[in-house]
Structure formats: C-alpha cells, structure tokens
C-alpha cells in the first residue's frame, strides 16, 4: 500500500481547501467535493477521520458544515498523516524490541534503515504546515494567473 494514496491525497486536499477558507466560515462537504473534484461519499468518510482527530469540527444547523479545529499553523501535514492512517507509524507497527545487530541476515540493517526512513519523513511532514500548504498554493495560483493562456 502506497503511503500517498488516493485518500491520503484527498485528506490534503481537503484540509487545506478548508484552511483556505475564513476560520468563522463553516464549508458543507459538497461543497469542498466539488471544489477539489473528490467523491462525496468518499470526502465524508476522510473527514470523519479528520474530525476523530480533532483536526476538523463539525457546525451543525443552516449554515453548518465543517472548519478547523485549529489555525493551519497549528496542523500539520503529519497530524492528517496520522488520522488518515490511524497509526503513530508510517511504514509498519510498533518496532522490534528484541532485534539486535546480531540478528540472522540482513534484518537489523534492513530495520534500522527502516527506522531512520521512518524518522526523517516524520520529521518532514510534521514540519509542514498547511498553512505552509496554502501559501505553495498560493504561489502557484500567482504563477498561473501571470501566464495568461497558457
């Protein structure tokens, strides 16, 4: 299973269509759908998982729909990670607690290379803001709007 599938990318999407959007401003899931071309059974069930994570809440009534629980500065691209894989890893469960060097084969040096993957790419997407996702965003769309027909 690949880390950036499908609903990991939708969870983003997602995410930082809601962190764009005015924090007194709740947004139906439909409409972020059809915003970010997700199906709307399927951005229902991610934002569940958002919301489990206290990562999304949800306003009820006219009017209602779903906003941050936090300011985008506050939300990690590793906080939805997690909420969308429901597990502290990235690669695999709780590590080895009897693997040593003296392991048969190659299993220690495969693990800790594991561990050390493990490390950095926590580190990165948990150094990555969405707010630091929108303002890419952001850049983009400045990019685009200069280069007109193309």
Same mark, same amino acid.
């Given at each position: 299973m690949s880390l950036f599938n499908s609903k990991l990318r939708y969870a983003l999407c997602a995410a930082v269509d809601l962190a764009m959007q005015p924090a007194a401003c709740a947004c139906q899931s439909r409409e972020i759908a059809a915003r970010q071309h997700i199906p709307g059974p399927y951005l229902d069930q991610i934002l569940a998982s958002l919301k489990g994570a206290s990562l999304v809440r949800s306003v009820r009534g006219a009017g209602g729909g779903y906003n941050l629980a936090r300011s985008p500065e506050r939300i990690t691209v590793g906080d939805v990670v997690r909420a969308?894989?429901? /597990?502290?890893?990235?690669? /695999?469960?709780? $590590? #080895? !607690? !009897?693997? /040593?060097?003296? /392991? $048969?084969?190659?299993?220690?040096?495969?693990? #800790?290379?594991?561990?050390?993957?493990?490390?950095?790419?926590?580190?990165?997407? #948990?150094?990555?803001?969405?707010a630091d996702l929108v303002q890419r965003k952001s850049c983009v769309d400045d990019s685009l709007s200069m280069m007109p027909g193309i």
């Open positions: 969308v894989l429901r /597990s502290e890893r990235l690669f /695999s469960g709780a $590590p #080895d !607690a !009897a693997l /040593s060097v003296e /392991s $048969p084969g190659a299993t220690w040096v495969v693990r #800790d290379f594991e561990e050390r993957a493990e490390t950095l790419l926590t580190q990165y997407l #948990d150094g990555t803001t969405l």
